[in-house]
């Protein structure tokens, strides 16, 4: 038995209305939006799990940091609310939303 004290890691708490999206933090880029009525800086980013590249507006809110088991990786949890397409207004250009 070890006299090693430990400490018990509070349980992950999602703020309200802030839903996650984990992204591979070696892949968050800046860029610029090529929107031709939007032209606004973004930051791109690998979705973990599709590999999808999604874009965000500049300095989205990170939640929590984690890491891949395996790995290592880094994986940053991001508020889905900051993603660009919700806020560029030729989000339907680049992708269209369903009926």
Known sequence: MSDIPFTLTPPEV???NQ???????DTRQRATCTG??????IEWAEVVGTGARMPFDPNPELLRTT?????MRRVDHLALAANHW??????????????
């Open 36 to 41: 031709r009525s939007c032209g606004a800086p």
């Open 67 to 71: 890491h891949e088991l395996g790995t």
């Open 14 to 16: 999602t703020p309200p």
């Open 19 to 25: 839903r996650p999206i984990a992204v591979y933090a």
């Open 86 to 99: 919700r806020t560029c207004p030729d989000a339907n250009r680049f992708h269209p939303r369903k009926p």
